[in-house]
């Protein structure tokens, strides 16, 4: 088993996946998609910030190098300039790094940062896909409960299909094995749950706005005789539907739910305290039609309490600052009366809490 620097070597070690994608899609013209992916603009709902002007990779690239060159580093430029650059901007800054200096960007960071600050800057840095393959990839070997499968719920779930093709790629890339392979193989988590799972991962949800509205009434009828009548929560049915359907068949399904039955799925199966099953299809709900309500509970989670979990607050504020943060802080403002921001700088500190400050954005 490699160990995590190790590890971030053979993902950096591997083209820039928008780079390894032109060899799977010949339909695509050489160049075409770097320049798609870099001209596109910020996600409206994305926290992050981007200069009105930004320098070139280069000028980048030569300031992080200078940045980190020297007795000192200085993180406070290193956040500046990652802190507030999209991912196809990271990725060209990172190829321009390697270039000019002949070693990763990312490796480079491994060796001058320390702690939570490091593992912050890392993430941010990865590739998205190649980030949310190493996030699988440790939560399949770490003990503790359900709660670690949260990740691979996230990554089947909380991002588009493509992006789950992407993060397949890159793990069967550096990994040597399938996501799908390694989900159904894993002794951590134990059937019927692990077969979900296994299901999730290998899923591919065909776009698409369109909604059946008869078949959202017949399956809306299927879960609740799955999940009340039956009590069981991942019976085969409902594994079915919430793996092969589109986001928006869903949406349908779980508004005649509520329509039908009186109450909304998610809260069905929150009353259901001791059914960790059930708690785990409440999970995936909220990912796939909500999912800024699954990320504000995760960063709540993870600093309520004795301690911080540096690592799931890292991975919910990083996973989703280019994405939806603003949902999340919206959702997380009604539910906890309080602000994201005001709970980050409440319970961390440093350079940390200054990434995760730069990522989350103002309130």
Not at 96 to 115: F, N
Not at 200 to 217: F, K, P, T
Request: proline share 4%; net charge negative.
């Amino acid at each position: 088993m490699c160990c995590w620097c190790c590890c971030l070597e053979c993902i950096h070690n591997i083209p820039p996946l928008n780079l390894l994608f032109l060899h799977f899609d010949s339909t695509s013209p050489p160049g075409q998609l770097e320049e798609e992916e870099a001209a596109a603009p910020v996600a409206s709902m994305a926290s992050i910030s981007v200069p009105d002007t930004v320098p070139s990779p280069a000028e980048d690239a030569e300031n992080i190098r200078k940045a980190v060159q020297g007795w000192g580093t200085d993180e406070k430029a290193l956040i500046e300039i990652l802190g507030h650059r999209t991912a196809a901007q990271r990725g060209e800054i990172a190829v321009a790094y390697e270039g000019l200096y002949d070693e990763t960007l990312v490796g480079r960071l491994q060796a001058e940062l320390s702690s939570h600050f490091k593992g912050a800057m890392t993430l941010w840095t990865m590739d998205p896909a190649a980030r949310d393959a190493k996030l699988a990839y440790k939560a399949l070997r770490k003990k503790g409960g359900e709660r670690h499968a949260w990740v691979l719920v996230e990554v089947a779930c909380a991002s588009s299909p493509d992006h789950l093709v992407a993060v397949r790629k890159a793990y069967c890339s550096v990994y040597d094995s399938s996501l799908e392979e390694d989900v159904a193989a894993c002794a951590l988590y134990k059937d019927p749950l692990r077969q979900f799972l296994v299901r999730l991962v290998s899923s591919y949800r065909y776009g698409g706005e369109h909604v059946d509205e008869e078949l959202a009434r017949a399956e809306a009828a299927e879960l609740h005789g799955a999940v009340v009548t039956k009590k069981e929560a991942l019976h085969g049915e409902v594994v079915r539907i919430v793996s092969s359907r589109s986001k928006p068949q869903l949406r349908a399904t779980f508004q005649r739910y509520k329509q039908d039955h009186g109450k909304a799925i998610d809260e069905v199966l929150g009353g259901n305290r001791n059914d960790k099953l059930s708690a785990m299809l409440k999970t995936v709900v909220w990912c796939l039609t909500s999912p800024e309500k699954h990320f504000a509970e995760v960063i709540r989670s993870s600093i309520i309490g004795l301690g911080t979990d540096e690592e799931s607050l890292t991975r919910a504020i990083v996973s989703r600052s280019e994405v939806d943060m603003k949902k999340v802080k919206e959702e997380y403002k009604v539910r906890y009366k309080t602000t994201v921001t005001a709970d980050v700088v409440g319970d961390t500190s440093g350079y940390y809490q200054g990434i995760l400050l730069a990522l989350i954005g103002p309130e």
